[in-house]
């Protein structure tokens, strides 16, 4: 069975975690097949929907709370732990929007990925967590997903109080982006990437481009750039022709 299923569906590439027997958790292999993945995507696709099979969007990482055989120096530890930051890298770098459709446990990797898609929809029986504090892992992997997206006293709270949240206070972090009844969720996902797929590729990608870089700049960099993205990318032929 592939731990990871990919379907192109038109313009949509549908990325299924497929470990539904141990609610999806991810193997540093697995990690590193998804960032292919997303950093590849565009070449073929306007959208990415990521999702877990079974019940469970993603438990976490299946080596989480396990003991090391031995203890690595420090830049082995970093090259262990960068399968994950890469990861994270590929999924705010790519072109174009990713869409996370999170119909159950998101704990760990799995909410820090939730987290750090450009667009995630709940169910309404949605849970996320980050457990790291009790399994003595400090938890700065999935804070640095959660950095341009989630308050510091939210992050604080999830970190520290290792607390299940519900998608409703998911959403208020900023780790979700709506939450819709466990029934409507795949349709309310198929509604979404056909209102994204409305848009002709290069508003798609001028979208994501500055979502992802003018948040960090100052406010006249910021406008200057969307000055200059809305004439450069108004003016191909692409978005011409749906005028």
Same mark, same amino acid.
């Given at each position: 069975?592939?731990?990871?299923?990919?379907?192109?569906?038109?313009?949509?590439?549908?990325?299924?975690?497929?470990?539904?027997?141990?609610?999806?958790?991810?193997?540093?292999?697995?990690?590193?097949?998804?960032?292919?993945?997303?950093?590849?995507?565009?070449?073929?696709?306007?959208?990415?929907?990521?999702?877990?099979?079974?019940?469970?969007?993603?438990?976490?990482?299946?080596?989480?709370?396990?003991?090391?055989?031995?203890?690595?120096?420090?830049?082995?530890?970093?090259?262990?732990?960068?399968?994950?930051?890469?990861?994270?890298? +590929? $999924?705010?770098?790519?072109?174009?929007?990713?869409?996370?459709?999170?119909?159950? #446990? *998101? %704990?760990? @990797? !799995?909410?820090?990925?939730?987290?750090?898609?450009?667009?995630?929809?709940?169910?309404?029986?949605?849970?996320?967590?980050?457990?790291?504090?009790?399994?003595?892992?400090?938890?700065?992997?999935?804070?640095?997903?959660?950095?341009?997206?989630?308050?510091?006293? +939210? $992050?604080?709270?999830?970190?520290?109080?290792?607390?299940?949240?519900?998608?409703? #206070? *998911? %959403?208020? @972090? !900023?780790?979700?982006?709506?939450?819709?009844?466990?029934?409507?969720?795949?349709?309310?996902?198929?509604?979404?990437?056909?209102?994204?797929?409305?848009?002709?590729?290069?508003?798609?990608?001028?979208?994501?481009?500055?979502?992802?870089?003018?948040?960090?700049? +100052?406010?006249?960099?910021?406008?200057?750039?969307?000055?200059?993205?809305?004439?450069?990318?108004?003016?191909?032929?692409?978005?011409?022709?749906?005028?």
């Amino acid at each position: 069975m592939p731990d990871i299923l990919t379907k192109q569906d038109g313009a949509i590439l549908r990325v299924t975690l497929n470990q539904p027997d141990r609610g999806n958790a991810v193997s540093d292999e697995m990690v590193a097949e998804l960032t292919g993945i997303v950093e590849g995507a565009d070449k073929a696709s306007s959208v990415v929907v990521l999702r877990g099979a079974g019940k469970d969007f993603c438990v976490g990482r299946a080596v989480m709370g396990s003991a090391p055989k031995q203890d690595p120096d420090a830049l082995e530890r970093r090259n262990f732990s960068d399968v994950v930051f890469n990861c994270y890298g +590929a $999924m705010r770098n790519a072109k174009i929007p990713i869409v996370a459709v999170v119909q159950g #446990r *998101a %704990l760990g @990797f !799995g909410c820090a990925i939730a987290a750090a898609c450009d667009i995630t929809l709940a169910s309404d029986r949605a849970i996320f967590q980050v457990p790291e504090m009790a399994h003595n892992i400090l938890p700065t992997m999935v804070m640095s997903s959660f950095v341009d997206r989630v308050p510091r006293k +939210a $992050m604080s709270y999830l970190v520290y109080s290792q607390a299940e949240i519900a998608p409703e #206070r *998911a %959403l208020s @972090f !900023g780790i979700v982006s709506d939450v819709v009844p466990a029934a409507k969720l795949d349709a309310a996902a198929e509604t979404l990437c056909a209102a994204i797929l409305k848009a002709p590729r290069p508003a798609i990608q001028g979208v994501k481009e500055y979502v992802k870089t003018a948040p960090d700049m +100052a406010v006249f960099g910021a406008v200057e750039f969307a000055r200059n993205l809305h004439a450069t990318v108004n003016s191909s032929h692409e978005m011409r022709r749906k005028h």
